[in-house]
């Protein structure tokens, strides 16, 4: 009788184990395997899409604490411009605040050959500015190259690094 039960109980220890290897194994197939550099995450894409699209409006609309709200500043956050020394995040709001603060019109503001490239939770987007600024009586235009480094938080796309520098232009 006790040889049957340790038979019995060893038999249904073994189906216990069968039963529960191939659903670990179904589960493990289940999840997805994420390419970060090959896959397009196109809803990510186009909601970074949409935060350049505010962030212009912002600009357009003199609405400059918008504006600031689209950077994530912390000690980690850096920008390189018009090859200068790598500043941070203080500096980088004074700039904008005091730049696109001064704004009195925009007159252009194309974002041309826009690129985004979306790794997971990271997104770069590269273009070539096309921007007609008024400050007061005086008209600037800005063609730059522009890398914006973004990360997603809690708040959407949030801005961690910038580099502009001047987009040599083809002579026509």
């Known amino acids: 009788m006790k ?7 060893t038999i249904m220890l073994a189906a216990l184990i ?10 493990a197939m289940q999840e997805e395997e994420v390419d970060l550099i090959n896959d ?3 809803e990510a894409k186009e909601e970074v ?10 600009i357009k609309d003199g609405d400059i604490d918008r504006l600031i709200s689209f950077h994530a500043y912390s000690p980690k ?3 390189f411009k018009n ?6 995040a203080k500096a980088n ?17 194309d974002m041309n050959d826009m690129k985004i490239a979306v790794y997971g939770d990271v997104a770069n987007v590269t273009l070539h500015s096309d921007f ?17 480094l973004f990360v997603d938080t809690e708040n959407g796309w949030r801005i961690v690094h910038e580099h502009h520098s001047s987009l040599n232009q083809a002579e026509e």
Not at 138 to 146: A, E, G, K, S
């Open 3 to 9: 040889t049957n039960l340790t038979f019995l109980l």
């Open 18 to 27: 069968a039963a529960c290897t191939p659903r670990e194994q179904q589960v």
């Open 40 to 42: 397009e995450f196109t």
């Open 77 to 79: 956050f850096t920008e």
């Open 93 to 109: 709001e004074e700039f904008e605040r005091g730049v696109f603060g001064s704004v009195t019109e925009v007159k252009k503001f």
């Open 49 to 58: 899409r949409m935060t350049m699209d505010s962030i212009a409006q912002s």
């Open 132 to 148: 007609q600024l008024k400050f007061e009586n005086d008209l600037v235009t800005v063609n730059d190259q522009i890398s914006l």
């Open 83 to 88: 090859g200068e020394v790598r500043n941070g």
